[in-house]
């Protein structure tokens, strides 16, 4: 069964940093691009970033380029999030999501259970 | 950078009745849509991608059609764990997008 366990949120000041790790088994990590997702509270889906499955290729939302950093260790089973700079608008919870089997884009299944990020002083 | 739209933002069914949800796309997005079931308090699930094809373990009651930028999930007979909200997104493109949402709730 494909298992994904996200871990890292929390509490963190305006401007501050947080990096989210994202636990996967259950599957041959190596060999799919991975998300991040998240849902600021009583809002709806945001897409964040994808990272290939080597890691060679790495997308991002506008919303977070250049401060926010995907990244996965193929060895561990572990995907990254560097979040940097952080803003009150970053508050969310924060989804792991593996790249469907089936389709040849990016679409997601399944999902972590998220944790969260609150940014707030 | 492409919107999806999604309409009604609610709609009330009755146990047993069909439900249907729009999903538009500002561009064409050809067929790589996907469709999602959120309840509270829970991940989002994946139901329906290349704008028609189950995912696995999803019952035949959900079926999706459409293609280019105009696109529909329905659901035949409303169960009660059919409740919840229903997101859209496109992968056709970088960045990839959702659509806002609709709630499907009991009438």
């Known amino acids: 069964e494909v298992q994904l366990l996200e871990s890292g949120g929390g509490l963190v000041q305006p401007g501050g940093s947080l990096r989210l790790s994202c636990a996967a088994s259950g599957f041959s990590f190596s060999s799919h691009a991975m998300s991040w997702v998240r849902q600021a509270p009583g809002k709806g889906l945001e897409w964040v970033s994808t990272?290939?499955?080597?890691?060679?290729?790495?997308y991002y939302a506008d919303s977070v380029k250049g401060r926010f950093t995907i990244s996965r260790d193929n060895s561990k089973n572990t995907l990254l999030l560097q979040m940097n700079s952080l803003r009150a608008e970053d508050t969310a919870v924060y989804y792991c999501?593996?790249?469907?089997?089936?389709?040849?884009?990016?679409?997601?299944?399944?999902w972590g259970q998220g944790t969260l990020v609150t940014v707030s002083s | 950078e492409i919107v999806m739209t999604q309409s009604p933002a609610t709609l009330s069914v009755s146990p047993g009745e069909r439900a249907t949800l729009s999903c538009r796309a500002s561009?064409?997005?050809?067929?790589?849509l996907a469709w999602y079931q959120q309840k509270p308090g829970q991940a989002p699930r994946l139901l329906i991608y290349?704008?028609?094809t189950r995912a696995t373990g999803i019952p035949a009651r959900f079926s999706g059609s459409g293609s280019g930028t105009e696109f529909t999930l329905t659901i035949s007979s409303l169960q009660s764990e059919d409740f919840a909200v229903y997101y859209c997104?496109?992968?056709?493109?970088?960045?990839?997008?959702f659509g806002q949402g609709t709630k499907v709730e009991i009438k």
């Open positions: 561009q064409s997005v050809s067929s790589n």
């Open positions: 999501a593996k790249k469907a089997i089936g389709p040849a884009g990016t679409c997601f299944d399944p």
């Open positions: 990272i290939s499955s080597s890691g060679g290729s790495t």
């Open positions: 290349g704008a028609s």
């Open positions: 997104q496109q992968y056709n493109n970088w960045p990839l997008a």
